[in-house]
């Protein structure tokens, strides 16, 4: 008997030396082998240094040895009477993660028992707990990364609310839940409307009970309940949502904790207010330009058609006026008495001329060929009266002749204010030149001013220039360049 009250002792002290010096050597002597027929009673000095170096030693380290510690600890557990440890639903969790880390558990339960004598089951399930999550955070489980759940108990175990987690009472803070958002943004584009929700929940107590419910205002705003930890959205349409969920055991949501998330999802640029405005508002102006432009297209028209019968008036007044008719027919009367033939056909050409002034009496716009035609009808009538004195010199293109127009009669007329204006005599001839571009085309004449001119306003030339201000915007320019008088007229 004193034998083994010695023997005792003398573990107890190597036990006590063991915890002085903090020694890192494995505990357990060389082919240690736990007898179970034994008194379980002589191996308990061992086991607080076990446990002791199980929590200073690496997952990664010493595999056999820590194999052989925690067969020794959990194998003694199994046959003493006088510790118990009822394996509650949450070491689950722990066993999931990896099954160290529930030997860990257990066996800091065992030596928080053994150090303090303390039996109660809520204060043993706290101590094994702080323990493994010591282990955990202390990089000597690093092989197993990071964990949501144990990082989640860190959190509260640091807070200093671990304890509330086993409070049985009805109002109790006993679940805590997180929401893991779809992501860190508030505001998203229209076309940005899936959504994931992941959600779950600690609690020690009944974990198997938990139950959640889950709402998302502004979509549908009613509750609904699940065993799930998950919920999508595919295409939301936009809007301004709230995403709430909440936690309780056997579906008691009185006091349940809930977790809000408030998302926006914008309108597309083509439903925003300031752009429906903004749309109203061109709408309306394009509206009011096109009745603006409609208007002054008929006041242009009406312009138009009042220059024209202001140039045709001028016109036809000045083909018949006294000279040109006392010029006409006393060139005819000469030529009746002297060439029967001639005078047919300077009569038929002085009636043709007539017939084109009709013919185009309510065009804007003829073909340059027919223009040309005109004028060469009018400068035969012209050269029956002056003859080699009066020449006329004509370059243009076939194709500009045939695709090209020109404002009626406006040819007709400047060669008229060419013979109006300048002597024309057989010593000194009049000679005009007529040539086109594709864009335009030029009248010349050489300048020989009568020294009696007769009477004239310019009605001609400023009647051409007012009615092609009506229908383009490219410029009729004349004026005299050294010995000549210009015309440049555009082709449209």
């Keep these: 008997m ?32 736990f007898d179970g027929h034994s008194d379980v009673h002589q191996f ?3 086991i607080v240094p076990t446990v002791s170096w199980l929590q200073q ?16 600890v959990l194998n003694w557990l199994q046959r003493n009477p006088d510790i118990n440890i009822g394996l509650p639903e949450y070491s689950l969790k722990f ?30 399930s706290i101590a094994g707990i702080k323990s493994m999550l010591d282990y955990y955070n202390s990089g000597k489980a690093a092989d197993l990364g990071k964990i949501d759940f144990l990082d989640k108990l860190t959190e509260i175990s640091q807070s200093g609310k671990i304890k509330e987690l086993f409070d049985t009472g009805r109002t109790a803070q006993n679940i805590w839940l997180y929401l893991k958002a779809p992501s860190s943004r508030k505001d998203f584009k229209y076309d940005e409307n899936y959504f994931s929700f992941n959600f779950w929940s600690i609690n020690l107590l009944h974990p198997r009970t938990i139950s959640y419910r889950y709402m998302l205002e502004g979509y549908f705003d009613k509750w609904i309940t699940t065993k799930d930890g998950s919920v999508t959205y595919p295409r939301l349409p936009p809007g301004d949502y709230t995403f ?13 904790p809930e977790v809000v998330w408030g998302f926006t999802i914008s309108q597309p640029v083509w439903k925003e207010n300031w752009f429906l405005a903004l749309l109203l508002l061109s709408g ?24 024209r019968i202001l140039f045709e008036y001028e016109h036809l007044k000045s083909q018949v006026n006294p000279h040109f008719l006392f010029n006409s027919l006393n060139t005819l009367t000469h030529l009746i008495e002297r060439d029967q033939v001639k005078a047919i056909e300077y009569s038929e050409n002085l009636s043709s001329l007539y017939h084109s002034i009709l013919t185009h009496y309510d065009n804007d716009l003829v073909l340059l060929s027919e223009e040309i035609a005109i004028l060469e009808n009018y400068f035969s009538i012209q050269k029956g009266r002056f003859g080699a004195a009066l020449q006329l010199k004509m370059d243009i293109p076939p194709e500009v002749m045939s695709r090209k127009k020109i404002v009626p009669l406006a040819m007709q007329i400047l060669i008229e204010n060419v013979i109006k204006h300048n002597v024309i005599s057989a010593t000194d001839p009049l000679i005009i030149q007529i040539y086109a571009t594709e864009n335009e085309i030029t009248i010349r004449n050489t ?3 009568k020294i009696s001119k007769e009477k004239g306003k310019g009605m001609g030339l400023v009647n051409i220039k007012k009615r092609y201000e009506l229908l383009t ?8 360049s050294g010995n000549e008088f210009v015309v440049v007229m555009p082709l449209l």
């Design 284 to 307: 309306a102006l394009l509206g009011y330009y096109i009745i603006k432009q409609r208007e002054q297209n008929l006041k242009n028209i009406a312009l138009l058609k009042h220059e």
């Design 2 to 33: 004193a034998k083994g009250y010695f023997r005792l002792v003398v573990v107890l002290l190597l036990s006590f030396g063991y915890h002085l010096l903090n020694a890192r050597e494995f505990p357990l002597p060389d082919n240690f082998k």
């Design 473 to 480: 915007k490219s410029p009729v320019s004349y004026g005299e």
């Design 244 to 256: 709430r969920v909440q936690a309780a055991m056997n579906n008691d949501f009185s006091h349940a």
């Design 44 to 46: 308990e000095p061992f």
């Design 95 to 124: 066993h999931d993660i990896d099954k160290q880390l529930l030997y860990l558990f257990m066996e800091s339960w065992i030596k928080y028992t053994l150090e303090t004598k303390d039996t109660n089951i809520t204060d043993c």
């Design 57 to 72: 030693t690496p997952l990664n380290a010493d595999k056999d040895k820590r194999d052989v510690a925690n067969t020794f």
């Design 447 to 449: 300048i020989s001013p």
